[in-house]
């Protein structure tokens, strides 16, 4: 019975392992939403977010997860942002330093902001632990739009991810059932 039981659960972390690492989510373009929030952490991540600000995809930008050093006019020569859109659609946020504080921030964020919609921005092997996290925040009816940033993770990442997104769906269970 407790080898079936092992081989069970061996079989369904392969299987679970492979749906992850294989079916990674994808870029998002087109889609309009209210505001864009930008998880840093990664490449390609915050010029993907100002691309949807630049497109028209979304009005507001919260970057989450600024290091306290950056100051906004470093940010805007760094990414090449005109002082226009800094003062009107860019907000760096300095309060968080994962992706748990990158929920609350941003849920913060899109409260005070009654946004309605939000395109979520961040790495594909990121993208589905991040997702978790924030729904679980945004206010009721904030509608989440998936837009990962394509990468070439290694076996590495995918399978620390994978660990890291099962721990925080069993905490979520738990936190459930309590």
């Not at 369904?12 to 889609?31: D, E, I, K, S």
């Not at 679980?136 to 890291?164: C, F, N, Q």
Request: net charge positive; glycine share 8%.
């Amino acid at each position: 019975m407790l080898r079936r039981l092992a081989a069970f659960l061996l079989l369904a972390w392969v299987m679970g392992f492979l749906w992850f690492a294989l079916a990674l989510p994808q870029p998002r373009a087109g889609a309009r939403t209210d505001a864009v929030v930008v998880l840093t952490g990664g490449a390609g991540r915050i010029e993907r977010g100002l691309e949807a600000l630049r497109e028209g995809w979304a009005a507001r930008m919260l970057v989450s997860g600024v290091d306290r050093e950056v100051r906004p006019h470093e940010f805007a020569l760094e990414y090449e942002v005109s002082a226009r859109t800094m003062q009107c659609c860019v907000t760096l946020g300095f309060e968080s330093y994962d992706t748990r504080s990158n929920a609350a921030e941003t849920a913060a964020w899109v409260s005070a902001r009654k946004v309605r919609s939000l395109r979520l921005v961040t790495s594909d092997w990121h993208m589905r632990r991040a997702a978790y996290e924030l729904a679980r925040g945004l206010p009721a009816g904030t509608v989440l739009v998936e837009d990962a940033v394509p990468t070439r993770p290694s076996l590495r990442i995918l399978v620390l991810e994978y660990h890291k997104y099962l721990a925080r769906r069993a905490l979520g269970i738990w936190q459930g059932l309590q």
